[in-house]
């Protein structure tokens, strides 16, 4: 029988002048961008910690983490890549991950088929087993005062 396993993941970057905002491996044209080690693609490390989460594999920053060179400035669908190789190794599959991008702005609709596109391909599973939604938060907190954006996954795993 299948062992089914569920992962969740969170993750927030700070919106700042002089970045690129980059979600879901697509650039966003958009007058501030995410600051982080890597290319803060936040969307990409929720999705990273709930499949990591689901394997009990710890977290994004134990396995990648933010002191090292190795990884400053880095492609995130590189890390992406690697955490879909390390739930591979321990013999699971991606039954389907389910993700919210919580930002007050841009508008992000327009670009969801794309991230969708571009991340399936990433971590090799059909466009159907990757959802992505995006949300504001009415103006409310961090995110709806345009400090920071927020992103959650949750994910399901099987070892067949
Ligand atoms: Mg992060």
Partial sequence: MANTRIGMG????????????????????????????????????????????????RDIGFHFPDTSDEFEGIDSQILLRRTVA???????????????????????????????????????IPTSDLNIKATTTERLGFVGQEQGISAYAVALIENV
């Fill in 86 to 124: 390390l739930i591979r190794e321990k013999g699971y599959t991606i039954g389907n991950i389910d993700a919210t991008i919580c930002a007050q702005r841009p508008k992000l609709n327009p670009h969801i088929p794309q991230m969708i596109d571009t991340l399936s391909e990433c971590m090799d």
């Fill in 10 to 57: 969170y993750d927030v970057h700070r919106l700042t002048e002089g970045r690129k905002l980059i979600l879901g491996g697509v650039e966003i044209p958009h007058t501030v961008g995410l600051l982080g080690h890597s290319d803060a693609d936040v969307l990409i490390h929720a999705i990273c910690d709930a499949l990591l989460g689901a394997a009990a594999l």
